[in-house]
């Protein structure tokens, strides 16, 4: 491992416990969320985060105790997820089973997008983040004339028609342990640039095109980056080949366009053992 | 042909016009709709109709001049359609083409959740009802603990667990042509509750129980009513072989509860010929 990644990961370790403080108990939660109108996964002072929504609802559910919580994904703003893991540490004398976590948390969520699907007593050393060893995304373009209606913030609106072949032929030089600057966010605080994308994949079912992506951790905003040059590969506009040239480019401004957030689904996160099971 | 449809089809057909008024074209188009928060297709007083926002958006389109349509079917409040066909009568000096009339209507049709998907100029003597030969839906069940959040308003939501196969084994006692009472809700307006139900496959994929219906036609709620019968078998608290016995009966109060709107999506209309084609 890098000095660097290394040296990022004691930092980022030393702001979380690996274990919770005396008296808590550490749950594993598996949530769904429609992140539309939200400012993604992480606290901000500038709107409502899933976050804030539900580390205040589990104040609710403990008695108004403050509890805090990691996640294995930082989502944007209008991104969505239909498994993110996260956990949460919780007074141990609450005395309560997986499923009243479950359906509590879910309760005093209400009215909003966002609710528990599973949760389940952490083993110890278990860290929502640290722990996971795969992360996979769904990125889910609508490939027709008319505007989005029954799918409308769950898709990107591609009018041009897209050739999802051509797309996969591209993405396939992006698969692998890879310097991904040329589809890192300015903004992005990883210490390194390298990534090893384990699966980059692209079909089409009717009139949706999806792209698949999984990979251990993934730089800020890489597969909205990677979407927004795969739909230039599927349009024509750009040759499959032309991905590969980028890449090696390391260079951002030789890269298409930011694919809006909407499109972007967090379907997956990888442990060793599933925490859930 | 039993002498009471036949007499049922003149009525109907005399109060549309098998063709255009003089001076008027007929347009086919193909909508997808949201049906959360209006009153249905149907124009009502008490609410906002898919059909009244179609004809407002083509009167717009045609400089004011009101407009009238017709549908393939009459979908219910909350019910949602992706692939609906309904005709409507534009002045044909208005001198546009197809694509003109699709993105034009579906312009107008903004911020509803309204577009046309397709639009064709419609052969001689088509009309969206009378042509068409069978309609599709979809009912799709949300299964799990957990309340839905990405597909909230699309879904119903059962918590029970469904066993898929034994639904099936019910629906199978329901395919073919019979006597659909029990089925029927009591604002049905046709003149007999025979109907030939063509198919009846339901199927799961991971969280999800769909059931597919195809006939020529159906009665008033009977999707909705089939579906919340065959969730009781489902759950295990009817045998498949009830079903048998409530279609026998021909009474409604022996059949299970009228499942909630939302998880009906009307999927495709058949006809002869394909009117897009």
């Known amino acids: 491992m890098p000095s660097c990644v290394v040296s990022r990961l004691r930092k980022a370790r030393a702001s979380v416990a690996d274990n919770p403080a005396e008296g808590l108990k550490r749950w594993a939660l598996k949530l769904e969320y429609d992140g539309t109108g939200t400012v993604g996964w992480q606290r901000q002072h500038n709107g409502l985060s899933i976050q804030e929504l539900l580390e205040k609802a589990a104040a609710k559910l403990v008695g108004g105790q403050a509890v805090s919580s990691a996640t294995a994904g930082r989502t944007d703003a209008g991104v969505h997820a239909s498994a993110m893991v996260v956990q949460i540490d919780l007074p141990d004398n609450a005395m309560r089973d997986a499923r009243q976590i479950r359906d509590g948390l879910s309760y005093h969520l209400k009215p909003h997008r966002v609710a528990i699907l599973e949760a389940a007593a952490a083993a110890p050393g278990w860290h929502a983040r640290f722990s996971a060893i795969s992360r996979a995304y769904r990125y889910t373009i609508l490939n027709r004339p008319t505007r989005p209606v029954l799918d409308i913030d769950h898709v990107w609106h591609v009018r041009r028609p897209l050739d999802a072949e051509a797309m996969q032929r591209g993405a396939n030089y992006l698969v692998g342990r890879h310097d991904f ?90 442990y060793p053992e599933d925490p859930f099971a």
């Open 181 to 270: 600057s040329s589809f890192r966010a300015a903004a992005c605080q990883a210490n390194s640039p390298l990534r090893t994308l384990d699966k980059l994949e692209v079909r089409r079912a009717g009139q949706y095109v999806t792209i698949e992506a999984k990979a251990r951790s993934f730089l800020h905003h890489q597969i909205r980056n990677l979407a927004g040059s795969l739909q230039l590969v599927g349009s024509g506009q750009w040759t499959p080949e032309r991905l590969r040239d980028v890449l090696a480019a390391c260079d951002r401004r030789q890269a298409g366009p930011t694919a809006p957030p909407e499109g972007l689904c967090l379907i997956e996160v990888g």
